[in-house]
């Protein structure tokens, strides 16, 4: 690609060089148009010379040859044929005007005598007919010679003879009209090509004249050009006095002489043209250089701007245009520069909270591992979420979702130093980085951080949230030396902290393992309904008033292709935390409802509870599909009950309270499972539309080898004895021995669950189950 500058370059010279040939040539071509035009006036004035230089021979001529035909000696002597005295006087008037050529002739055109200046007799020897011919007047061709010839009659008084006198056109006239004309002069035959009888032309030119002549001018009866011997001389041929035979007369002028005074004009010219070319050559490069220096300056500061370069403004230059161009790079810088930094901040940072983003969370803590290894510090990795994030977002909707995170970002910033970080991984996902002294400085801040979220209620438009969290605790170096290791470990410890209903935990050797099957759980879990890998069984209670079977409890097995079975303890919490847990629910009542209408079909009347979760108490359908299910089957929803968590229940009452009210009143029975572990009060409870308390298994398992005022005992029979009376039945679980069944009994207990009863079995063993159980022979205690 050709720079700028050479371009510029050779546009100027171009310019110059173009300006420069033009000039040269329209004063080439003028001064030669002039001098053709002055040489071609020089022509016809030395022709109007020559004219009258012949004009005037002419007179002296014809005066001399008139004195000498009157004079009366002369006339005798013709008369009496005195060749001497002829001789004589022919000479001395000749010589008088210096006349080159005296004739005299008889009447008949016969040469009497010849006379020559320089006495020479070449004439004597004339043909004698050329003296018939009109060859004695005017301008002829006599014996390779050019003459000028005037004659007169001798009369006695009749004519005698004819005197002619004339003039040789030889060398010395040429000179002589060149020299008054300036003009180059040749006398030449009209009739062949023999050379010049005179000329004042160099020799070489002289000889080549007659051929070129007749080549190049036949005709010249005006200025023309005639190359000779390779120079061009303008021509003028004279017409005489119009003989056949005539001589030419050629005046001539050279050219290459015409133009010489012009040569040294030329010349100064041309060096003028290659000073200003010369002078136009070193200056063009610093010209140019003056223009496209600040361009390549600018050049340069663009290059810098798209590398992320903004330290330098760009030059603005003295020049008005490219200081336009400077001032509008300079804008752009700025306007790129402060666009860049926007989209790096955003590029970095979350735009709901402000706070920084996962990415740079990353390379944060990628920092904070070099500087503790490097120093021997700790840094502690702290991974947090809102517990039942969801719920807030499907129930409040996403403003005030999205109000609840700026306030956690809040909270959390609140209570850091400047040194640590905070960040929003996504959703409701925050990390913390955080230098500590020793290992336990993150377990200590944690605790800080929860209490910053969850130590006060958050109001946001009027509604009072109480939050919670879970959090994780991953250290480095301890837990792991790169970014991805400890942000998933700190994630595995959040996880452990909400399967086990902690607010926090710290990461474990061997928590990753059970965190890779729990994850592959979680996916696979997805397509165990659709692969029919889930099936229920059903385990009985028995009503203690008349050991009858009242209802059973339907709980769920999942076969895996791989691992077997599946505990609903290990997958139930896993989609409880996935929110899958609403799709199994809904299986289940499904697939319950649809067992209850078979066995009704087949006489077999009994009630069927169903346990549901803590996120089903936010399904605001739940009540709704309930009901179109038993609508579907045709079943009184006396045959469906329901059991719930006293935790579940507990955590949220509020949200619960409106479903279960909604399913209460269908008609459905709702038990509180697990009374005992939630540390409720049953005055808790009283607000809470319940039928039923379920006495977890933790208090009824070791009930029968403990004494009356043992803690489970106790316990049991408070509850049993209260739960009564709020006017609630009362079952225990866990039974396993027969004892435990008399205990229970004896406290009062409405129903009981256990292995001594049976253990849960599938739908299609229920009836042989039913007839050997009402067989079942019971041992009363002593
Ligand atoms: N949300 C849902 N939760 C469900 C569902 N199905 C079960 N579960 C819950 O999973 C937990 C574990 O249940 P499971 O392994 O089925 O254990 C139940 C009984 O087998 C067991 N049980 C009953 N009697 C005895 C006994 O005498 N001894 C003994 N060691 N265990 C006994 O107790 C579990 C029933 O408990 P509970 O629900 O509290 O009545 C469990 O929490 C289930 O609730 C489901 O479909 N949805």
Redesign the pocket.
């Known amino acids: 690609m050709t720079s700028l500058k050479a371009r510029m370059t050779l546009i100027l010279l171009g310019f110059v060089s173009a300006v420069l040939a033009v000039t040269l040539l329209a004063v080439l071509l003028s001064t030669a148009a002039n001098v053709r035009e002055q040489a071609s006036e020089e022509l016809r004035v030395g022709a109007r010379v020559f004219e009258e230089l012949l004009s005037n021979r002419d007179r002296q001529l014809s005066s001399t040859t008139q004195v000498l035909a009157d004079d009366f000696a002369f006339r005798e002597a013709v008369a009496t044929e005195d060749a001497a005295t002829i001789r004589s006087a022919l000479l001395n008037h000749g010589g008088r005007i210096d006349a080159d050529l005296m004739i005299l002739s008889d009447t008949k055109g016969q040469f009497i005598t010849t006379a020559l200046r320089e006495n020479d007799n070449r004439f004597r020897e004339l043909d004698p007919a050329i003296g018939q011919n009109d060859l004695r007047q005017g301008v002829i061709s006599l014996e390779g010679e050019a003459w000028q010839m005037v004659d007169a009659t001798v009369r006695a008084p009749l004519p005698l003879a004819r005197v002619s006198m004339g003039f040789r056109l030889d060398d010395r006239i040429a000179a002589d009209l060149r020299s008054l004309t300036g003009l180059h002069v040749s006398f030449l035959s009209s009739t062949d090509e023999t050379a010049p009888y005179a000329s004042t032309l160099p020799g070489h030119v002289r000889r080549e004249l007659p051929e070129r002549l007749a080549e190049q001018a036949t005709a010249i009866d005006d200025v023309r050009t005639l190359t000779i011997a390779g120079e061009d001389y303008l021509s003028l041929r004279l017409t005489l006095d119009g003989h056949p035979g005539s001589p030419i007369v050629l005046l001539q002028t050279s050219l290459s002489e015409a133009l010489a005074p012009y040569r040294p004009l030329w010349l100064q010219m041309a060096i003028i043209a290659l000073i200003a070319f010369t002078l136009t050559l070193i200056i063009a490069g610093p010209l140019a250089n003056r223009v496209t220096r600040p361009t390549r300056a600018l050049a340069a500061a663009a290059a810098r701007i798209s590398q992320g370069d903004y330290s330098r403004s760009a030059p603005v230059p003295p020049i008005a245009e490219l200081a336009q161009l400077g001032e509008a790079f300079n804008a752009m810088q700025e306007g790129i520069r402060q666009r860049e930094q926007r989209i790096l901040h955003q590029a970095y940072h979350d735009p709901l909270t402000g706070l920084p983003n996962r990415t740079l969370a990353a390379d944060r803590l990628e920092q904070g591992i070099e500087r503790v290894q490097r120093e021997g510090r700790v840094l502690g990795v702290l991974v947090l979420d809102v517990n039942r994030f969801k719920e807030i977002n499907d129930s409040l909707g996403h403003p005030t979702g999205d109000a609840v995170l700026r306030a956690i970002a809040s909270r959390l910033s609140s209570r850091l130093r400047g040194s640590d970080t905070v960040a929003r991984l996504g959703g409701d996902e925050f990390l913390v980085l955080a230098e500590v002294e020793d290992k336990q400085g993150p377990e200590r801040l944690a605790a800080e951080l929860i209490d910053a979220i969850s130590g006060q209620e958050l109001e946001i438009e009027n509604i009072r949230l109480q939050l919670a969290i879970s959090l994780g605790i991953a250290l480095c170096p301890r837990d792991g030396t790169d970014v991805e290791t400890l942000l998933r470990r700190a994630d595995i410890a959040m996880y452990q902290a909400k399967e086990r209903q902690l607010t926090s935990s710290v990461y474990a050797a061997g928590h990753d393992e059970a965190h890779l099957r729990r994850l592959k759980m979680l996916s696979d879990l997805r397509t165990a309904i659709d692969d029919e890998q889930f099936h229920?069984?059903y385990?009985p209670k028995i009503a203690v008033s008349n050991r009858q079977a009242t209802q059973l409890?339907?709980?769920?097995?999942w076969n895996h292709p791989e691992q077997g079975f599946v505990?609903?303890?290990e997958f139930?919490p896993l989609a409880e935390n996935s929110g899958y847990?609403r799709t199994?629910?809904r299986w289940?009542l499904q697939t319950v409802i649809r067992q209850l209408a078979e066995w009704r079909r087949s006489e077999l009347s009994i009630a069927v509870a169903?346990?549901?979760?803590a996120l089903d108490l936010v399904d605001a359908g739940l009540p709704r599909y309930v009901q179109a299910l038993l609508d579907q089957h045709e079943l009184p929803p006396s045959a469906l009950g329901l059991?719930i968590?006293e935790t579940t229940v507990m955590k949220d009452a509020r949200h619960a309270l409106h479903i279960l009210q909604e399913l209460r009143s269908l008609g459905v029975a709702i038990a509180i499972?697990?009374f005992g572990t939630g540390y409720s009060s049953l005055a808790q409870l009283r607000s809470l539309p319940v039928d039923e308390l379920?006495i977890?298994?933790s208090f009824v398992?070791k009930l029968a080898g403990q004494a009356e005022d043992a803690e489970d005992p106790v316990i049991v029979r408070s509850t049993i004895d209260l739960a009564h009376n709020m006017g609630l039945k009362v079952v225990a679980?866990?039974?396993?021995d027969e004892a435990t069944w008399w205990r229970l009994a004896g406290y009062g207990c409405d129903s009981i669950?256990?292995?001594?009863i049976s253990?849960?079995m599938p739908a299609d063993a229920l009836p042989e189950w039913l007839g050997e159980f009402a067989n079942r022979q019971w041992r009363e205690p002593d």
Request: charge should be negative; aromatic fraction near 6%.
């Open positions: 229920i069984q385990q409890e339907a709980l769920i097995r505990p609903p303890d139930i847990i199994i629910s289940v169903v346990n549901i979760s059991e968590t499972d697990d379920k977890d298994k398992m679980e866990g039974v396993e669950q256990g292995y001594w253990r849960p």
